[in-house]
């Protein structure tokens, strides 16, 4: 759906939202990142390793089950619901274990 601005330009809302979805991870790579997504495993927890397009490379640590844990996902970012990166003046992701 586009909008139109004060100079009669066409901007599609859309496409600036994945435009800056995608930069926010690319510029966090390196970063702790929790993300929920709307399917299966839903949660994960991890570092941003790469953005390719509109696909997160994240290094699991953590979701739902321990087997699918410790192992490269990529993520869709159309498919992120919610999602939060760890920044140095920020507050950090805790660690969620079993054996602890």
Request: hydrophobic share 40%; glycine share 4%; with cysteine.
């Amino acid at each position: 759906m586009a909008t139109t601005n004060s100079n009669s330009q066409s901007v599609d809302i859309n496409r600036l939202h994945d435009t800056a979805l995608v930069n926010h991870f690319t510029e966090n790579i390196g970063r702790r990142a929790f993300v929920l997504t709307p399917s299966y495993p839903f949660m994960f927890i991890g570092e941003i390793i790469d953005v390719m397009e509109d696909m997160v490379e994240l290094c699991v640590e953590t979701t739902h089950f321990s087997q699918l844990e410790n192992r490269n996902w990529f993520l869709h970012i159309h498919n992120i619901e919610v999602f939060y990166i760890e920044t140095p003046d920020g507050p950090c992701i805790p660690e969620l274990r079993d054996d602890l």
